[in-house]
């Protein structure tokens, strides 16, 4: 009767077990298949405004190229620029431009010798959508440095958002002069000596230069240093120069061959103030010529 009664209860133990894991497993089943190892989420933004993007630049007068600046005068080159803004084109408030030497910053104010700004640049063309082509004019003075310069084009939009590119380019050395238009002895007789007659010379380039002259009557290498409508022409040596104020025993006489002056004349640094050298001239004349004489005197900037 006991060992019934103990088999009876292992049974009831047997059974309560196999119920608590049938009842485990199906919760484990049940809690599995709603916790899953991961969820995607669908996440979303709208941008408002971005950043005008400056795509490309080129330097040039106006096409692309290495700058030779005008004597004496001023030269225009183009920074050019693409520019996208994905608010669209007309989205832009101001296109700006500055050409700066290689040494220098384009944050710094203007300065002819290293520093140009263009405050407001033309649109030449748009796509209608996003794209704007603009044009950036420079008017770049003759003593500019030579070397490399930068263009920098800066966009801003109505958010007040900047972008911007540099291209680069090269300013080629100039060396260039200018002369007082005549050189003029008055009325002289055969046998006179001029007074002195000055001869301002200009540096009209971007260098330092030193100067030879040379002296003809008609023709380059004829020897002679003036022509004359009556009787016998000058020839070239009874000219004489030099750079500061000699007697004429002291002065260099002409030639028809290139002779150096002796002197130097440097860059062109302020704005304003061009650099010159007065030159000293004069002419002894010779028996026999009579009436008006006239020649050449040629004056070449060397390096």
Same mark, same amino acid.
């Given at each position: 009767?006991?060992?019934?009664?103990? !088999?009876?209860?292992?049974?009831?133990?047997?059974?309560?077990?196999?119920?608590?894991?049938?009842?485990?497993?199906?919760?484990?089943?049940?809690?599995?298949?709603?916790?899953?190892?991961?969820?995607?989420?669908?996440?979303?933004?709208?941008?408002?405004? !971005?950043?005008?993007?400056?795509?490309?630049?080129?330097?040039?007068?106006?096409? *692309?190229?290495?700058?030779?600046?005008?004597?004496?005068?001023?030269?225009?080159?183009?920074?050019?620029?693409?520019?996208?803004?994905?608010?669209?084109?007309?989205?832009?408030?101001?296109?700006?431009?500055?050409?700066?030497?290689?040494?220098?910053?384009?944050?710094?104010?203007?300065?002819?010798?290293?520093?140009?700004?263009?405050?407001?640049?033309?649109?030449?063309?748009?796509?209608?959508?996003?794209?704007?082509?603009?044009?950036? +004019?420079?008017?770049?003075?003759?003593?500019?440095?030579?070397?490399?310069?930068?263009?920098?084009?800066?966009?801003?939009?109505?958010?007040?958002?900047?972008?911007?590119?540099? +291209?680069?380019?090269?300013?080629?050395?100039?060396?260039?002069?200018?002369?007082?238009?005549?050189?003029?002895?008055?009325?002289?007789?055969?046998?006179?000596?001029?007074?002195?007659?000055?001869?301002?010379?200009?540096?009209?380039?971007?260098?330092?230069?030193?100067?030879?002259?040379?002296?003809?009557?008609?023709?380059?290498?004829?020897?002679?240093?003036?022509?004359?409508?009556?009787?016998?022409?000058?020839?070239?040596?009874?000219?004489?120069? !030099?750079?500061? !104020?000699?007697?004429?025993?002291?002065?260099? *006489?002409?030639?028809?061959?290139?002779?150096?002056?002796?002197?130097?004349?440097?860059?062109?640094?302020?704005?304003?103030?061009?650099?010159?050298?007065?030159?000293?001239?004069?002419?002894?004349?010779? *028996?026999?010529?009579?009436?008006?004489?006239?020649?050449?005197?040629?004056?070449?900037?060397?390096?």
């Amino acid at each position: 009767m006991r060992e019934q009664k103990l !088999a009876a209860r292992l049974f009831t133990y047997i059974v309560f077990g196999v119920v608590i894991l049938v009842t485990f497993v199906s919760i484990v089943g049940f809690v599995s298949s709603y916790n899953y190892e991961y969820v995607n989420v669908s996440t979303r933004v709208n941008v408002t405004n !971005a950043f005008p993007e400056v795509l490309n630049v080129t330097v040039g007068v106006p096409a *692309p190229t290495n700058i030779t600046l005008n004597a004496g005068s001023t030269r225009t080159i183009y920074c050019n620029a693409t520019i996208r803004d994905w608010n669209g084109y007309n989205d832009l408030t101001n296109v700006n431009a500055t050409f700066y030497y290689f040494l220098n910053q384009s944050s710094e104010v203007d300065d002819g010798n290293v520093h140009y700004t263009n405050t407001s640049c033309s649109e030449s063309i748009n796509d209608g959508q996003y794209l704007a082509n603009y044009s950036c +004019a420079l008017d770049i003075k003759y003593f500019a440095y030579n070397g490399t310069w930068y263009c920098n084009v800066t966009a801003i939009d109505n958010k007040n958002f900047t972008g911007s590119l540099n +291209a680069s380019t090269k300013i080629n050395p100039l060396y260039a002069l200018n002369v007082t238009d005549v050189i003029d002895y008055g009325n002289l007789s055969v046998t006179d000596y001029s007074e002195n007659i000055t001869a301002a010379i200009t540096n009209y380039g971007n260098m330092n230069i030193n100067v030879s002259v040379l002296g003809y009557g008609l023709t380059q290498g004829d020897g002679l240093g003036f022509v004359c409508q009556l009787g016998t022409n000058i020839s070239v040596q009874y000219q004489r120069f !030099a750079s500061t !104020a000699q007697p004429w025993s002291s002065k260099i *006489p002409l030639a028809a061959t290139n002779k150096d002056m002796g002197a130097t004349l440097l860059k062109q640094t302020d704005d304003l103030t061009p650099v010159t050298l007065d030159t000293y001239w004069q002419l002894y004349v010779p *028996p026999n010529p009579f009436g008006l004489c006239t020649g050449t005197v040629r004056f070449t900037a060397t390096a």
